[in-house]
């Protein structure tokens, strides 16, 4: 079969597919999960790696669907990951991983060797009584081994999501470059999204990328990175000391470029990231539908693509799945 692009109402094209594997996580990050009270998913009403794999493989041989992303909850809970990397990898896709980091000193190069090319480990702060406050675990030695496990097993660029919150960890860019320049990694600092499970967030905790890059700028010299329409606008420093990215998706929004859609851990199909709609795939897999009636759900929910949110604005309706249950 010969792809033909999928296209929303607004033009853009489908290329990148978000999936998340598993509701569950080690890590209850205040701005992500409540610190209790999660209800799990049972095992059964979570896709399998069978059902994962179909629904991409419509994806790339009907649309071209380049890239795929899995991510969660915390990926690396759900058991034999590398199983599904192995079946993804196997389609030709670029195929990349979004993790806490805490399991990759056991399985970076058992994911590497299955076939996952790119990887994003995230960390907010690098101050151990930050990172239990804002993780609600003790882990920091854990993800910093994590990271250079990631290293050693060959992943390159190793990226370090790091969520920025004002008068939490806002004082910490220029420490996250210095990280980034002395270690080898890239981070990219990510602006606070009305995604959290408490419904807590407010704009003013936004801290705009502008405001990162100028921080980080005035102590390291550095030039903008030409980019294409990915999210992150990146810097590389003039002396050769590596890059750093910014993903303003509040104060700069790239709806306007957005190529991605995303499926949950019970396979509800998403056409973004704040989308209060939703197709239920898992319903079409195990109702027997084909590949025609699985492409059929998808491409009806892309035909809905809105322009782009409006965070910020009074017309903002949050979405009701936090970022955990949908995957980031
Ligand atoms: N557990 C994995 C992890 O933390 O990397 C993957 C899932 S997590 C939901 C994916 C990404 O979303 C992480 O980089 C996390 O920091 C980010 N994230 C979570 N909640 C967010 C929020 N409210 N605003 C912006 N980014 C958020
Ligand atoms: Fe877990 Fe990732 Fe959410 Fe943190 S951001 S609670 S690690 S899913």
Known sequence: MTPAPLVDGFGRVVKDLRISVTDR??????????????????????LTFEEIERIARVA??????????LTGGEPLVRAHLPVLVAKLAALGV???????????????????????????????SL???RFVALTRRDALDQ?????????????????????????????????????????????????????????????????PAAEIVAAIGAVYPIEAVSHGPEPAARYRYLDGGGEFGVIASVTEPFCGNCDR?????????QNCLFAVDEVDLRAVLRGG?????????????VARKWAGHSI?????????????????
Request: glycine share 10%; aromatic share 8%; proline share 4%.
């Open 289 to 301: 539908g084909s590949d025609d009636d699985l492409a059929t759900a998808m491409s009806g929910e």
């Open 60 to 69: 790339v041989e009907r649309w071209g669907v380049e890239s795929i992303r």
């Open 143 to 207: 993800v910093l081994d994590g990271i250079d496990a990631a290293l050693a097993a060959g992943f390159d660029p190793v990226k370090v999501n790091v969520v920025m919150i004002r008068g939490v960890n806002d004082d910490e860019a220029v420490e996250f470059a210095t990280f980034g320049r002395d270690r080898g990694v890239q981070p990219r600092f990510i602006e606070f999204m009305p995604l959290d499970a408490d419904g807590a967030w407010t704009l003013d905790q936004v801290v």
């Open 261 to 269: 859609v995303r499926i949950t851990a019970e396979g509800t199909f």
């Open 25 to 46: 996580c080690n890590f209850r990050c205040t701005y992500c999960m409540p610190e209790e009270g999660m209800q799990w998913l049972a095992r059964d009403q979570v």
């Open 312 to 328: 910020g604005k009074v017309t903002f309706v949050k979405p009701p799945r936090s970022m955990s249950q949908i995957g980031g």
């Open 127 to 129: 101050r151990p009584d």
């Open 94 to 124: 670029d195929l990349a991983l979004t993790t806490n980091g805490t399991s990759l000193g056991l399985l970076a190069g058992e994911l590497r060797r299955a076939g996952l090319k790119r990887i994003n480990i995230s960390l907010d």
